[in-house]
């Protein structure tokens, strides 16, 4: 495990040597053997790389790691941009099974992180967060997001968000029970993650609403 964590590690956060490392691996096959179809893997195995490389390190950390946590010390914005956004590199340090520490480094780009998401959220500077980690090689880790502060409030606002649509939808026509039963539902859902007593006392009375229409 800590070989392919080591493996992984590297072809996620040094793309461009990975592909050096391909050119020579199977140029020298096809040296050796005379056989040119050996330069086809190249170009397929460099943009799968390229493209989900830290995808596939996140998967394998998230089912083979331990949980532990780690803090980011520096954050530095780069010249370089992804999708009009300035990249950055990370500095973080780890805390192993012994309770010390070990740093480590990724960007904007190479960061993987958990669950697997067409985003990048990364935690704050100076506020532990969880993470897991192959025993052996903790420099290499995924980012557990759902799982910190951060991204358990963000989680939080995204259940909000049908509640609040429901309840303009609602308050601009109470006699509207297609309306009514969106909120209701809005608000049942919410309450199966989170214990709020004001929104069950409101399902309550939407319900006791819904009755009275029919």
């Known amino acids: 495990m800590v070989l392919i964590s080591k493996i992984l590690f590297f072809t996620s956060h040094h793309g461009f040597y990975t592909v050096i490392l391909l050119l020579i691996f199977f140029g020298g096959l096809s040296y050796l053997t005379k056989k040119a179809w050996f330069l086809i893997p190249i170009i397929p195995l460099a943009i799968l790389n390229g493209i989900g490389g830290q995808f596939l390190n996140a998967w394998f950390l998230n ?52 669950p697997i998401e067409n985003a990048i959220r990364i935690p704050r500077t100076e506020v532990s967060f969880p993470v897991k980690y192959i025993p052996g090689y903790e420099k290499n880790i995924v980012i557990l997001y759902n799982q910190s502060d951060e991204g358990q409030a963000n989680l939080k606002y995204l259940k909000l968000a049908p509640i609040n649509s429901a309840k303009i939808k609602y308050e601009a026509d109470r006699t509207n029970k297609e309306f009514i039963e969106e909120y209701i539902a809005a608000l049942e859902d919410y309450v199966k993650y989170y214990d709020d007593e004001s929104y069950k006392e409101k399902i309550k009375e939407l319900q006791l609403e819904l009755k009275q229409l029919k």
Do not use: R
Request: hydrophobic share 30%; glycine share 4%; charged share 20%.
């Open 63 to 114: 089912k083979y790691g331990v949980e532990s946590t780690a803090i980011i010390t520096s954050d530095v914005e780069t010249n370089s941009t992804l999708n009009e956004m300035y990249i950055h590199d990370y500095e973080a340090i780890v805390k192993k099974q012994d309770g010390k520490y070990i740093s480590t480094f990724f960007s904007t780009t190479t960061a993987s992180i958990y």
